[in-house]
């Protein structure tokens, strides 16, 4: 399933990084301590996190995650925004909280 697949099923607003939209999601991994998430995310797996700043886009590029999942509308700085772009990361926004997303990621992967 693509990131576009689950931003379209889940009704998720793209903030930045369209070029990552077709990336493959294999999984899903919840998390907000990045160097927690840098050691135990798995490649492919959509990230869904409250931390929406340029370093979490870093740990996305090492962790090589398709895409950034801010939960209970979140905000996205603007060099975060910048970096995901360079870097092809999707990041997209819900207000819904990350038990609720997890959940729904979970439904959409099987």
Same mark, same amino acid.
């Given at each position: 399933?693509?990131?576009? /697949?689950?931003? @379209?099923? &889940?009704?998720?607003? &793209?903030?930045?990084?369209?070029?990552?939209? %077709?990336?493959?999601?294999? !999984?899903?991994? +919840? =998390? @907000?301590? &990045?160097?927690?998430?840098? =050691?135990?995310?798995?490649? =492919? /797996?959509?990230?869904?996190?409250?931390?929406?700043?340029?370093?979490? +886009?870093?740990?996305?590029?090492?962790? #090589?995650?398709?895409? *950034?999942?801010?939960?209970?509308?979140?905000?996205? /700085? %603007? #060099?975060?925004?910048?970096?995901?772009? %360079?870097? !092809?990361?999707? *990041?997209?926004?819900?207000?819904?909280?990350?038990?609720?997303?997890? +959940?729904?990621?979970?439904?959409?992967? =099987?």
């Amino acid at each position: 399933m693509t990131v576009t /697949d689950i931003k @379209d099923a &889940l009704s998720l607003s &793209l903030l930045a990084g369209a070029a990552g939209l %077709e990336r493959e999601v294999t !999984g899903c991994y +919840v =998390g @907000d301590l &990045l160097s927690w998430v840098m =050691g135990r995310a798995q490649e =492919g /797996d959509l990230w869904i996190t409250v931390m929406g700043n340029v370093n979490a +886009v870093a740990v996305a590029v090492l962790a #090589d995650v398709p895409c *950034i999942l801010l939960s209970e509308n979140a905000p996205l /700085d %603007e #060099d975060a925004r910048k970096r995901a772009e %360079e870097n !092809g990361i999707a *990041i997209l926004q819900s207000e819904k909280n990350a038990y609720r997303l997890a +959940v729904e990621v979970s439904k959409l992967l =099987g």
